[in-house]
């Protein structure tokens, strides 16, 4: 899964995370053409069986 944000106004990436209780998801967050990229990728060898899943990031921003 992958979360862009466009990037305006100082935005940036605070953290992020999901509702598994194992790693079975890599992701790093990167800056590229305008946006904040936050990736979510299911690592090699492993399953997620069929379920409700939350992917969260938090943004923080400059003050106006």
């Not at 992958?2 to 940036?12: D, E, I, N, P, Y």
């Not at 946006?35 to 990728?41: I, R, S």
């Not at 409700?52 to 003050?63: C, D, E, K, N, R």
């Amino acid at each position: 899964m992958r979360l862009k944000v466009a990037q305006t106004g100082g935005v940036s990436s605070t953290g992020a995370w999901y509702t598994l209780e194992r790693p079975d998801f890599t992701g790093t967050v990167t800056a590229r053409d305008g946006f904040l990229v936050h990736p979510w990728t299911l690592r090699p060898g492993r399953e997620v069986s069929r379920s409700s899943v939350i992917f969260a990031t938090a943004l923080g921003h400059l003050a106006l």
